[in-house]
């Protein structure tokens, strides 16, 4: 097989980010992809970040131009649908009824046939026809505010509590992000990034489900959907948020992001903040640790998540600065590397793409373009060992495979294949009767595992017997929803036993400790193989194979090492300061990938009876985060990717935020035709000279300034210009919002603590077979006494498993 899915035929219809990026994954995994784009192009080719990303995302594809407005090309889209199997769009539902994509009338042509569609808003009432750009659903869903957090965190503010110290005042060099206040667009495009993960899922969710029942379905995620995700850390609402260690400083718009100037003007980023290993080696003049130099595990001083824990990084964050202006980056981080402290250069995604180190894992791969030559750009982004994947070809123009797809199309047309119409029942969710093993930490390893617990697998998570900490908080509270806990000490031989159970009943087990450890610990690969030669084994890990891969990892370091930091803090102007905003794909990206994996090769199993060891990493995560950047391998010529300002507010005159005399809106432009509408409105012969963005800004600012945000939003939205405001309290109403609860995008659930926890719900949609909240957080050990029965242990054995501390047993939830 040339990767999982060799022999899937995949009708790619999207524009924009996130449908691109999709298709690309699917192409790089064995489908045949065919891009159909009207006649000219997709316009994304030439637009913003699809315009640098086309020639990543539009790799080792076919391109066919149909007019879907004209009926012969419809018909030949039609007949291409008889021999498909995923045809993905990004078209709200009255454009798919228009245009002939509407889920009945392609499953009247083609019942096996996955239809995905990839929308703004998924077609909820509220929002209906408001354009779908990631900078505007930023705005109208409050992303943008959430990327900086607010004050005390969000999670206060829905709870109804005063935040924790509300009169604190950040102290100089302890501020985030650009120094204004009001929210802050992204150099990143998160948004549509969420919805190829999520799409993804989706789609290989329902080809599992295909090969057990022989029918496809309408599956679809949106860019709403992907503000839920990206806003999983402070969108939570709690009945009792005064609960010990679930608040925490992390969504705290006043808690720094632990980013440092080094004395050659480089930055770097050191996270969790380890001020004990800074102080310690930077005393002299020389940076130097000593035999008692610790790194993370043994150091005397760390801070914890805790909000009270705020004041000290506000004492030790102007105090490491200091330090590490004295030294040059480069020492900074060998030393760190060294004693195992997670501590990262910050680079921009071009440096990353030329990095030896990525290049030779494979996560970074070099396309023969035959106009640019060697072009470096994201490559394998997740790993199934035993399906190994070609190596992509470069994009090719619209059109070039015009004569042999329509032949195709006539080929169809002339014979039409049969197609079994089953009546196989199908599941109650595409993973009920999956049981997934989760040994995952922090939020990289459960994010994943969370994922397959909404598509209905049982999902058991592994604790240890001192997790009560970390799980009692609101981070750990958002991604581990729908599982059942069984607390170990898989130190003792007899944990290990109970373990070994476990394994010999589960198809899926996954875990993002350093691998080193899972082989001491033995719940490496070939050990749990042993136990069950059909396992499907995930690993994920902070880096890429190679000297990285042992060190330790989070979303904020592999920010740093990718270029999401660089574009997120405008560093590619005068002035930019390195970002992590709280919205960031580093941790969930890398659990979507994971998920993504994990279905694929379920598949890969139930066709081919065998399991196999599967894996991804943050880093990677990042590097698909910012795939819009490419460079050729010589480091010459670089893709024409959008530039944020240093002041977060946007990119060109004309696609950028503007503060009002009365709030903040979001103007983007990025048409011709819209940009000169814009002009019309505001009065001046246009939006600005491309040459001289500054001024141009500075122009329209001023222009701007003379109104509230309402009033200019119903002006330019009136004369058809994309804006929306920019607002602070979506949130506010979102767990409210009957047509979210209705769809299950937002979920609440009793919780023994909390009373009652509100929290996204669902992230992709299923038509026949719907994903499924089974249930809220756990508390450790809540389910061990359930398990443990299952597993044929009596009630006497468990007593004595719980007296010898080898199990956790709360029997008082």
Not at 33 to 40: C, H, S
Not at 210 to 222: L, P
Not at 616 to 622: D, F
Not at 711 to 725: I, M, N, Q, S, T
Request: contains cysteine.
């Amino acid at each position: 097989m040339t990767g999982v899915l060799d022999g899937i035929n995949v009708l790619d219809l999207t524009t924009g980010v996130g449908g691109p990026m999709a298709t690309m994954l699917l192409a790089d995994h064995g489908a045949r992809v065919t891009k159909i784009e009207p006649p000219g192009g997709d316009p994304g080719r030439t637009s913003g970040w699809t315009a640098s990303g086309a020639q990543v995302w539009h790799r080792s594809k076919r391109s066919a131009e149909l007019d879907l407005h004209d009926n012969a090309d419809r018909a030949r889209l039609q007949a291409l649908v008889l021999g498909a199997d995923v045809l993905v769009h990004c078209h709200e539902a009255d454009e798919e009824t228009a245009l002939g994509l509407d889920f009945t009338t392609l499953h009247a042509l083609n019942p096996r046939l996955i239809v995905c569609a990839i929308t703004a808003y998924g077609g909820v009432a509220a929002h209906a026809g408001r354009p779908g750009r990631d900078a505007l659903v930023g705005a109208r869903t409050g992303q943008h505010y959430e990327a900086r957090g607010t004050a005390g965190g969000t999670l206060a503010r829905l709870g109804g509590v005063e935040p924790f110290l509300p009169e604190l005042e950040v102290p100089e060099g302890c501020e985030t992000g650009a120094h204004r206040d009001g929210p802050l667009v992204a150099g990143v495009p998160w948004l549509g990034a969420a919805t190829c993960y999520q799409a993804l899922i989706a789609i290989s969710a329902a080809l599992l489900v295909r090969e057990r029942t022989g029918r496809g379905q309408r599956v679809g995620t949106s860019m709403l959907q992907g503000a839920l995700t990206t806003t999983m850390g402070g969108w939570q609402r709690a009945a009792h948020p005064e609960a010990d260690n679930w608040q925490s400083w992390v969504v705290d718009s006043r808690a720094p992001k632990a980013v440092f100037r080094c004395a050659d003007g480089r930055w770097v980023h050191q996270w969790t903040p380890l001020p004990s290993f800074v102080l310690s080696v930077s005393e002299g003049d020389e940076l130097a640790a000593t035999d008692d130099t610790t790194g993370v595990k043994d150091a005397p001083l760390r801070i914890g998540v805790d909000s009270a824990e705020i004041l000290l990084l506000h004492h030790y964050i102007p105090l490491m600065a200091e330090r590490f202006a004295k030294f040059p980056a480069e020492p900074w981080v060998a030393l760190a590397a060294e004693k195992k402290v997670p501590l990262q250069p910050i680079r921009s995604p071009e440096e990353a793409l030329l990095d030896p180190l990525c290049v030779a894992d494979g996560c970074v791969i070099e396309v023969d373009d035959p106009h640019l030559g060697p072009v470096r750009q994201v490559g394998r982004v997740y790993q199934l060992h035993a399906c190994p994947t070609a190596a992509p070809t470069a994009p090719v123009a619209p059109g070039t495979h015009n004569d042999e797809v329509y032949a195709e199309a006539d080929a169809l047309r002339a014979s039409p294949p049969v197609i079994d119409r089953s009546a196989t029942p199908a599941p109650a969710a595409p993973l009920a009767g999956v049981k997934v093993l989760d040994l995952g930490l922090a939020v990289a390893g459960p994010w994943g595992t969370m994922m397959l617990a909404d598509l209905g697998a049982d999902v058991i998570k592994v604790n240890t017997l001192h997790d009560d900490y970390w799980m009692a908080t609101h981070i750990a509270m958002g991604c581990n929803r729908g599982k059942r806990s069984i607390s170990l000490n898989l130190k003792d031989p007899a944990a290990m036993a109970v373990l070994h159970r476990l394994v010999e009943q589960a198809d899926v087990v996954q875990h993002n400790m350093r691998y080193d450890a899972a082989v001491r610990l033995g719940v490496d690969y070939e050990s749990l193989r042993a136990v069950n030669p059909r396992i499907v084994y995930c690993h994920t890990r902070g880096f890429e194979r190679g000297p990285r891969e042992g060190l330790p990892g989070n979303d904020q370091t592999g920010a740093a090492l990718a270029g999401p930091d660089w574009l997120d803090g405008g560093l590619d102007h005068d002035g930019g300061i390195p970002y992590w905003p709280v919205v960031s794909l580093g941790d969930t990206g890398n659990g979507f990938l994971s998920t993504i994996a994990m279905l694929q090769a379920l598949y890969h199993r139930d066709r081919t009876g065998e399991g196999q060891f599967v894996d991804t990493s943050i880093l990677y995560a990042h590097l698909l985060n910012a795939s819009m950047s490419w460079v050729t391998a010589d480091g010459t010529r670089q893709g024409d990717r959008p530039s944020l300002d240093a002041m977060q507010l946007g990119f060109t005159a004309a696609h950028r935020m503007y503060e009002t005399a009365d709030g903040w809106l979001v103007v983007a432009a990025t048409a011709d035709h819209e940009a000169e509408r814009l002009a019309s409105v505001l009065g001046v012969a246009s939006v600005g000279d491309p040459s001289d963005e500054d001024a141009a800004f500075d122009a329209l600012a001023a222009t701007f300034a003379t109104k509230p945000a309402t009033e200019w939003f119903a002006r330019l939205d009136a004369a058809g210009v994309p804006c929306e405001v920019s607002d602070p309290d979506y949130v506010l109403g979102v767990f409210d919002d009957p047509e979210l609860v209705e769809r299950g995008w937002v979920t609440s659930q009793p919780h023994p603590v909390l009373g009652r926890l509100d929290t996204l719900g669902l992230l992709f949609d299923l038509s026949e077979t719907p994903g499924v909240v089974q249930r809220g957080p756990f508390m450790v050990g809540q389910h061990s006494r359930e398990i443990m029965r299952e597993l044929g242990y009596s009630d006497e054995e468990i007593a004595q498993l719980a007296l010898d501390g080898v199990l956790k047993v709360r029997d008082d939830l």
